[in-house]
Nanobody, 118 residues
């Protein structure tokens, strides 16, 4: 059974940094795409960052130049380094992975809370 487990959330002051981790129960090389999403209270879940199997990355405009997504295949872990955090970054952050062809499957972690406040 495929599981994604996030960690690393917490309370941080504006301008601070956090690194989120997403550990997979299977080889992350089997995913053709891995991503971080977030959902703030009263808002829809939004895509924050993606990393494809070939290493190509993509970011939402709101986090470009502040967040970095990376992967460590040896540890089966995906990271989200978040710098210069702002109050509007406050949300539950979810790890997402897509693998398989027939049928394609999408997996979600349970989420980790990030709160940016002074």
């Amino acid at each position: 059974q495929v599981q994604l487990v996030e960690s690393g959330g917490g309370l941080v002051q504006p301008g601070g940094s956090l690194r989120l981790s997403c550990a997979a129960s299977v080889s992350i090389s089997s995913f053709y795409a891995l991503a971080w999403y977030r959902q703030a209270p009263g808002k829809q879940r939004e895509l924050v960052a993606t990393i494809l199997s070939g290493g190509t990355t993509g970011y939402a405009d709101s986090v470009k130049a502040r967040f970095t997504i990376s992967r460590d295949n040896a540890k089966n872990t995906v990271y989200l380094q978040m710098n210069n955090l702002k109050p509007e970054d406050t949300a539950v952050y979810y790890c997402n992975g897509a693998r398989g062809i027939s049928p394609p499957m999408t997996y979600w972690g349970q989420g980790t809370q990030v709160t940016v406040s002074s």
